[in-house]
């Protein structure tokens, strides 16, 4: 089962490596950009290699798809031990060379859980983002502000950007339909439907402290980001009544236990849910209407990169933010690109405008948050209760 922190590597990356890879011609720029296998379509970059070609500018685009985030910022640390690089030409051999370890590219998936490790442990440099036609056009909150920050990696407006957002999810309440409707229940609407009595035994949660305890946060109206768990006195007794409610902690294989029907309800990634809803009629998902934790795609540059961005790298960033291209990227990649968020609604397909986890209602994406990095003494709460709650499961 694919999930937002573990991608199966396929045949969709065997294809992208078979399209996109390949040797450079003379005097050809080349654009190398390692990303999150299934997060940018196929199609998508065939229309890019098309695009380049009708504004004369040809160019080799060398893409390679990594199934974790993990393994990407394993790479940028990789990257940044390995100070002088040693390229040769049996490293572009497949299977001789070690070119996808070697190869510094001039672009990385990164997600914005990981943002704040990577600034500070001088993984990626800043970015100039009004090299990028489409910066203005992102919201200040919570985008703009998502990817500034200082050298701590904490958000701060004087800060410098970082990564620029191509696409962005949240965490959903998947449940089965059916046995909803066969029992008589209503579905679920928010966070406090984890806790009715029919439910007990019957849910599956991320086995992820700061999602578990931060959708308990917001049932009782705090932050996901709240620093000093004591400051919320109600959060103990509402950890510890949600406890039987939960028939198993999982972050990569929640969802099968649901579509068996061994579970009724699970809490997820949208990119995990949304695929599994087109396999499944019986499968219906909704974000909690008081607000849920959102994630993000981010392009970051490695720091042992050329200083200067090279004109393929704007030109791509920019081509993905074109509202076209956006909307492709939202409905084949199962994640929304923020540009289409500022557009009218009317003007979006039907299948994007009628998908409230694609388009989430505006009141309802305010009311949501980014997890942004706690300071140490918060994280060491955060584990103490975590800990005590696994302990009695």
Not at 139 to 168: C, E, H, I, M, S
Not at 255 to 276: F, H, I, R, Y
Not at 284 to 305: N, Q, Y
Request: proline share 9%.
């Amino acid at each position: 089962m694919m999930n937002r922190r573990s991608f199966l590597t396929g045949s969709v990356g065997l294809t992208l490596g078979n399209l996109l890879a390949g040797c450079a011609g003379q005097n050809r720029p080349v654009l190398t950009i390692r990303m999150l296998n299934g997060s940018i379509p196929p199609q998508l970059l065939n229309e890019f290699r098309n695009y380049l070609r009708q504004s004369s500018n040809p160019a080799t685009l060398n893409f390679s798809p990594e199934p974790q985030i993990q393994t990407l910022f394993s790479l940028l640390q990789t990257w940044k031990q390995q100070k002088h690089p040693t390229n040769s030409f049996w490293d572009w051999i497949p299977f001789i060379g070690n070119s996808q370890g070697r190869t510094i590219p001039d672009l990385v998936t990164l997600g914005d859980y990981w943002l704040g490790q990577a600034i500070r442990q001088g993984l990626i440099q800043p970015l100039q983002p009004f090299n990028f036609n489409g910066w203005k056009s992102l919201a200040q909150a919570p985008w703009q502000t998502l990817v500034t920050r200082n050298q701590q990696g904490q958000p701060d407006p004087k800060g410098q950007v970082w990564a620029v957002p191509y696409r962005f999810g949240s965490t959903v309440i998947a449940y089965r339909q059916d046995i909803f409707k066969d029992r008589g229940l209503q579905p679920p609407e928010d966070w406090k439907d984890l806790w009715r009595p029919e439910l007990r035994r019957q849910i599956s949660l991320l086995d992820q402290p700061r999602e578990v305890i931060g959708l308990v946060l917001k049932s009782l109206g705090a932050s996901y980001n709240t620093a000093d768990l004591k400051s919320v006195p109600e959060l103990q007794a509402k950890l510890q009544a949600l406890q039987p409610q939960v028939k198993l902690y999982s972050s990569d294989a929640y969802l099968q236990p649901l579509l068996l029907g061994d579970t009724w309800l699970a809490v997820g990634w949208s990119a995990d849910v949304l695929p599994l809803m087109q396999r499944s009629q019986a499968i219906a998902a909704v974000i909690p209407k008081s607000g849920t934790a959102l994630w993000a795609d981010l392009w970051v540059r490695p720091s042992e990169s050329t200083t200067a961005i090279p004109p393929l790298v704007s030109e791509w960033i920019n081509f993905c933010w074109q509202p076209e291209i956006a909307t492709q990227l939202s409905l084949l990649s199962k994640a929304t690109s923020p540009i289409i968020l500022e557009k009218n609604p009317i003007s979006l397909p039907l299948e994007l405008r009628s998908n409230p986890l694609l388009l989430p209602n505006r009141k309802t994406l305010e009311a949501s948050e980014f997890l942004y990095p706690l300071p140490d003494q918060a994280i060491t709460e955060h584990q103490r209760v975590w800990k005590r709650l696994r302990q009695a499961s």
